[in-house]
Each structure stands twice: as structure tokens, then as C-alpha cells.
């Protein structure tokens, strides 16, 4: 009767957070007159948020009955999330041998040259369909119980509880005006969208509204249960996994509620999630798959850019250089200058094996939200990360950063926490346990 009682309160929690994400969905919908007017323009591809939560809750619901993986040992739980990644990357490889076959005119029958990487490419389909829910299922226990061990609870229980799946997002349309890098609009699309589809799109978009477009696919997305592609490596999933959770969590706080009040507050959602979801993904891939610990690298208010090595090619200091240089002819109003130059600048990437099928001012303005990447021009993410080295704990960092309603919480944030550190620091001095423990730090 006990067991039969937590059933039924753990599914009513599925089926009520999935109607909530539904809710959220819509309440956190863009609403301007530009917004309204291209999301008439590309209604045909637009992502529908409802059918998708039906098949998610309903699996969930399956899932919370089954409870798959909860008989493996846990060497055949770790095993079975290797194989499963690796299998999706071979998945991938099979999917692009047959499309290059497709879009080669001299093959005469792609269908017959295809067919034994198809049926192979079936086959591994359904063996990953078969372990999906079991590894889906693993991963989700394996990252709440770091999020519970960092102190991530609310009231001691885990909320929203950590719910996802792999699937494919939905693709992103973005829209930035041309005269500044600024994200304008967004609309989700349809994920399976061919390349002709997507580059008509953006065109017709980018001419009616005289604008900068960029359609771009998504490695996750926060609805519940959450959304995460399949494709990455150990690391990288388990922190998007955790990222994507970070904005369930503060849908129920101030930082949630304001996310859409500017461009600005859309940076530090994000790159709080970023923050949270990488230190979470990193404790993960330590505690149960034996991956070390980056090395800690201390924040720098001011990093200078460093100098381009000849020998060398760094795409995230030559990132960094082009969006600098972008922002300095824009000032200027230099548009046609600006893009040519990103033009330009987006031949040299390719050049050096980064296929960049567009770098204008909608990749920018996509890319720079997360703060902590070379896209960005942005302070906000060296203000973020420093703030997050002097708090003694994951926890508090996120217990500070929830309640910003504006982006000048940051700053009121960052002044106390350096004053606090500094005179903690005085008071003990830089080699005692104290001054040590309040140090900048992971």
C-alpha cells in the first residue's frame, strides 16, 4: 500500500510538471509586434511545444513504472552509457555517408549504393531505440545525485525533478537587426528541416524584414521533460543534461521570471546555466565514470587578448578578435563593412577546418548570450565566473544569483562578494584556513 501511495504521488509529479511546462512554454514566449510578424511568416516550420510534451509525459509516465536500470549492477549501468554514445556517434557517420551518396549527381542509383549502410544504419537505430529509456534513465539518477550532494534542493527534495530526454531539438531561428549585434527575435522550428529548407528560410526572413537571420540547431532545450542530443561526448551530455535542468530550476525564481525583460537578462540566464551545468557535468564525470577534474583556472576581470600564435590557429581567440572587430565597424555604422569583413573572417574558419555555414550579426547575437564563449563580447561572463570563484560552494553561488531581477544585481552582487573577500582576506591574512577557504577558486 506504501509503494502503491509513491507511485501515485511520483506520476501525479510527471503529469503535473509536464501541464507546467506547457504553461511556462507559452508565458515565456517573446511578444513583441516582430516577433509576431515572422513567426506568421515561417507558421509552416514552427515547433509545436504540446505534441511534443504528449509523447515525452507519456514515456515518462511508462518510465516511472518500469524503472529501467535499477537491476543493473553498476559497472553494467556505466558500460551501457559508453556504448550508448558511442553508438550515437557512430549512428551519425552512417547518416552523413548515406546523405553524401544522395547528393552525389554521379552516383546513378543512390538507392542500390546506399543500401547495405541503410540497413546497418537501421539495425543500429533500433538496438539504440531498445536502451534509450534504461540509459536515459541512469543518467538522470546519476546527475540528481550530484545536484542533491552540491545542496541544489529545495526543502531538501530536488525540484523540478530531473526529467529529460534524447531527442532531437527543435532548430532555432534567430533574428538581429544589421546595424547592431542584438537578439531581436527567436523562433523554434521543426528539427527535421533540410539544409534547402533552412537557407530559404533565413533568406526570405532576412529580406522581408531587412534583417540578420541565422537558423541554428539546439544541443538541448530546457521544456520538462528536457530535450538533449545524443551526439556528444560523456562530458559534454551530462553537462547539458544538468544546464538544462538549471533553467527548470529557475523558472520558480526571480532570475527565471525576468529572463525575457532584455537581451541582457537572456546572458546571464545562460550563462549561469552554463556555469552550474559545466562544474555539475565535470563532478558527474569524476564521481561515477572516473574522468578528472579540469584544472581550475582563476578568473581574470580584465583577460587581455592574447596575441595570434602563426603557428597556430585558436578559434576561440581569433572567435574573440572577430567579434571585436565587428563591434568597432558596427559603432561606426559601417554595416556593409562589417559584414563583408565577417564574410571574410568566416572563409579563413573554414579554411581551418571549422564549417561555419554563416558568421554574421545573428550568429553573434545567438553565440554571445552564453557569455563564457568566444562569440561573446560581453562582461557579463567574467563577472559571473568571478562572482561564482568567491563563493564558498556551488550552492551559494545559486542561491545568490537566483534572486537577480536586473543586470544591475550583477554588479551590486560582485561589489559585495570582493568587498566581503577582501576583508575576510585582511582580517586573516592571505595563508590562513580562512583566507583560503574564501579564495577565488573552482
Known amino acids: 500500500m506504501k509503494h502503491r501511495k509513491q507511485l501515485v504521488i511520483l506520476l501525479l ?17 517573446r511578444s513583441t509586434p516582430l516577433q509576431g510578424d515572422i513567426e506568421r511568416t515561417v507558421a509552416p516550420y514552427r515547433f509545436h511545444i504540446f505534441d511534443y510534451e504528449v509523447r515525452a509525459v507519456s514515456a515518462e509516465f511508462v518510465a516511472t513504472l518500469g524503472r529501467p536500470g535499477t537491476r543493473l549492477t553498476t559497472e553494467q549501468q556505466l558500460r551501457l552509457v559508453r556504448q550508448y554514445l558511442q553508438r550515437a556517434q557512430q549512428i551519425a557517420t552512417l547518416e552523413d555517408e548515406v546523405a553524401r551518396i544522395y547528393a552525389d549527381s554521379s552516383i546513378a542509383d543512390p ?19 531498445q536502451v534509450r529509456p534504461v540509459v536515459e534513465a541512469i543518467l538522470q539518477r546519476q546527475v540528481s545525485t550530484v545536484l542533491q550532494e552540491q545542496g541544489l534542493t529545495t526543502l531538501r527534495v530536488l525540484w523540478p525533478p530531473l526529467r529529460f530526454n534524447f531527442s532531437e531539438p527543435p532548430n532555432y531561428l534567430i533574428v538581429s537587426p544589421r546595424q547592431r549585434i542584438e537578439f531581436e527575435a527567436g523562433i523554434f522550428l521543426r528539427p527535421a528541416l533540410d539544409m534547402s529548407t533552412i537557407a530559404a528560410v533565413e533568406e526570405e526572413t532576412a529580406t522581408m524584414f531587412d534583417r540578420s537571420t541565422l537558423i ?3 544541443g538541448g532545450l530546457g521544456v520538462w521533460p528536457t530535450m538533449v542530443i545524443d551526439r556528444g561526448s560523456l562530458r559534454w551530455t551530462i553537462s547539458t543534461v544538468a544546464h538544462e535542468w538549471v533553467h527548470n530550476y529557475m523558472v520558480f525564481h526571480p532570475l527565471g521570471w525576468h529572463l525575457l525583460d532584455s537581451a541582457g537578462m537572456n546572458t546571464v540566464s545562460e ?7 559545466d562544474e555539475i557535468g565535470d563532478q558527474v564525470a569524476y564521481e561515477f565514470y572516473g574522468l578528472p577534474l579540469p584544472e581550475p583556472v582563476p578568473p581574470q576581470r580584465h583577460a587581455p587578448l592574447p596575441q595570434p600564435d602563426p603557428n597556430r590557429f585558436d578559434f576561440r581567440t581569433e572567435m574573440r578578435r572577430t567579434r571585436l572587430r565587428v563591434d568597432e565597424l558596427l559603432a561606426q555604422g559601417d554595416v556593409t563593412g562589417a559584414e563583408a569583413y565577417m564574410e571574410a573572417r568566416r572563409r579563413v574558419f573554414v579554411e581551418h577546418g571549422y564549417a561555419l555555414r554563416k558568421l554574421n550579426q545573428a550568429y553573434f547575437a545567438f553565440h554571445g548570450s552564453y557569455a563564457t564563449q568566444p562569440a561573446a563580447s560581453d562582461p557579463l561572463g567574467p563577472k559571473l565566473q568571478e562572482l561564482r570563484s568567491y563563493a564558498p560552494n556551488l550552492a551559494t553561488f545559486v542561491h545568490e544569483v537566483q534572486q537577480i531581477k536586473r543586470i544591475e544585481d550583477v554588479d551590486a552582487l ?8 577582501q576583508g575576510e582576506s585582511a582580517q586573516t591574512g592571505p595563508g590562513s584556513a580562512s583566507a583560503l577557504a574564501a579564495a577565488p577558486g573552482p
Open 271 to 277: 550563462t549561469v546555466a552554463t556555469i552550474v551545468g
Open 13 to 29: 509529479v510527471v503529469v503535473l510538471a509536464g501541464s507546467m511546462s506547457v504553461f511556462v512554454w507559452q508565458h515565456f514566449q
Open 216 to 218: 541554428e540547431p539546439l
Open 111 to 129: 538507392a542500390d549504393r546506399s543500401a547495405a549502410l541503410r540497413a546497418r544504419l537501421a539495425a543500429e537505430r533500433h538496438l539504440q531505440a
Open 414 to 421: 560582485l561589489a559585495h562578494w570582493r568587498q566581503r573577500y
